[in-house]
């Protein structure tokens, strides 16, 4: 053996020691950082981990809100739940909102995205106006339309000469409620597509206007398109908080379900069944099934939004 293939034998080569040192330097990086994630992950275990898992143990048995001695009930508070018609119901009041809020905000931030985005004069004044309304607190808002929609004294069916019972006629007081949301919460969209729209690069537009392409063609194949992505972001978002609704339903209401039950949601059912009806319990298991459901479409929205971006490599 040469002394050049011995030397090679008992050197580690310069790519070993370079891995070697990014490892240690990563280890290191970990451990200092760990410190700084730690405060994070010890409110996340509080607050999100501990009382889901809380809840998933309170769904197998019978307890309530009395504080009496809780008993192994198994799978019995699935079963009702998933025989239970009124759940049903409160899940599809909530599915249908959903199905009304989310294409009616994307659509409507969009378009006032766009006119701020290009109006000249008052911008800023533009831009305040459509995100001050999500500002107010739900109560405030919700008392607010309350007013407006009342039968009598609201300015809603004065100012159009209407005299619809927005809140007492189960026929429109989802309707009201979705409004209601509509004004409240276009302002976080209408924020998330006007940042979208400011980092379009000018010169596509540019390009676009020499080669002849009016208006609506510069819309239709420069600005949704590159709006593709913050258009899924919003869609989801929305999705996911619509079926989650529940103040403004429960206060527009004075705290009710609605006109034959027409607004009661399952956010507020789960609550009418813990701390009205004292069903603790019950009120955990359909709190996962929720869970569930809720995991599902994010689930699916991450799916749908991978094989997106494979299928356009």
Known sequence: MTATSAETIVRPSRATTAADSAGVRRRQGFQHGGWFVAPFLALFALFVVWPLLRGLYLSFTDANISGDSAHFVGLDN????????????ALGHSAYF?????????????????????????????????????????????????????????????????????????????????????????GFSFLLYLAALQGIPAHLYEAAKLDGANAWHRILHIT?????????????????????????????????PGPENSTRTFVQYTLEQGFTSYRVGYASAISIIFFVLIAAVALARMWLLRNREEGGR
């Open 98 to 186: 959903t199905l009304l809020v989310v294409p009616c905000i994307t659509v409507l931030a969009l378009l006032l995205a766009m006119l701020a985005h290009h109006i000249e004069r008052g911008k800023w004044l533009w831009r305040l106006c459509f995100f001050l309304p999500f500002l107010l607190p739900s109560t405030v808002a919700a008392n607010l339309w309350q007013w407006l929609f009342n039968p009598g004294t609201g300015m809603i069916n004065h100012v159009f000469g209407l005299d619809t019972p927005w809140l007492t006629d189960k026929s429109y007081a989802m309707l009201a409620v979705v409004i209601t949301t509509l004004w409240w919460t276009v």
């Open 78 to 89: 699935y079963r009702e739940a998933l025989k239970d018609p009124l759940m049903w119901d």
């Open 224 to 256: 949704l398109p590159m709006l593709r992505n913050i258009t899924g972001l919003v869609v989801a978002l929305q999705i996911l908080a619509s079926l989650q609704v529940f103040d403004q339903a429960v206060v527009m209401q004075d705290f009710g």
